[in-house]
């Protein structure tokens, strides 16, 4: 009897550490939903906040170009008046010459007679007045010809502001979707880390063959399906917070050895063709959008490796991705 109530007294006593054990957990849950909760809420404001940006490089960029057309349209206008004015100032000069010559006859005549007509007086008195008036006529339309030509340097200017401006905007689209190339490829490379065959090179993400395709084949593997799936998946993830109007695209190359082949494809150029065009058939399968892929075939003619040896020919056998703009 006394051992069974030394028992009931030490489950009692074990009762209120599960109680404190319990209750520490449950703290330890709801500050981590805690956490979490705020981490989503500070994602989404930066998401929205980039959103707003980039539709107002959007408006900025439409304005700029509907400015440069205009100035465009009233560059030509102001051409075609320059054009007009020189026509008419060498129409002008030819008349002027003409009748300067005209007058100077006149005045030799003149000089050469011993005694001039009151008619022939008049004569000469209305060609000096029509060569005065001609001279003026002649300043004044030099004078409208240097301002079209000084107003058509300034729209030349303003134009090669807009253009300027229209050049800064589209550099900051593609310095936009380089940083999206980036994140694909560093999200790329924190999954696929410890994977062996895969890598990057410069601005591409490399698979070697042998991970994706068995050898002289262009059926993937199923390896070769779950990598090219998580690549698809890693993509949409990436991809759709970039703007419409960005024409992104991902490449996708196919890069053979430069060893003949003895299979159901006659060449290198239709193996590596083929390869490619397998992928790209699975990322469309996966949900990636096909205006945005293209599948090339490259042989042998774009090696990483010049040496021929196993080594050499296993780096030359791979599939390339490249996001890039069309």
Known sequence: ??????KLHAGLDAWPGYVDALSTLLMVVIFVLLVFVMGQTLLSAALNRREHVLEKLEGQTAELSRQLDTEHARNHALED??????????????????????????????????????????????LNDELTDLNARLAALAQALDVSQKTVQNKDATIGDLSAKLNTALADKVGQLSRYR?????????????QKGVHVVGDRFVFQSEVLFPVGSAELSKE??????????????????????IPWILRVDGHADRQPIHTAFPSNWEL????????????????????????????????????SNAAAYARNRRIEFRLTDR
């Open 81 to 126: 008046s320059v054009t007009g004015l020189q026509a008419q100032h060498t129409h002008d000069t030819e008349a002027l010459s003409a009748q300067t010559a005209e007058a100077e006859t006149a005045r030799n005549a003149a000089q050469a007679a011993s005694a001039l007509s009151v008619a022939d007086q008049t004569r000469v008195t209305q």
């Open 182 to 194: 980036s994140e694909f490829f560093g999200r790329l490379r924190d999954i696929l880390h410890n």
């Open 1 to 6: 009897m006394a051992r069974r109530r030394r």
């Open 272 to 307: 590596s063709s083929a390869r490619a065009i397998t992928v790209v058939k699975l990322l469309v399968a996966e949900g990636i959008n096909p205006h945005h892929l293209a599948a090339t075939g490259f042989a042998d003619y774009q090696p990483l490796d010049t040496e």
């Open 224 to 245: 070769g399906q779950s990598e090219i799936h998580t690549l698809a998946q890693t993509l949409k993830s990436v991809t759709s917070h970039i703007p419409a109007d």
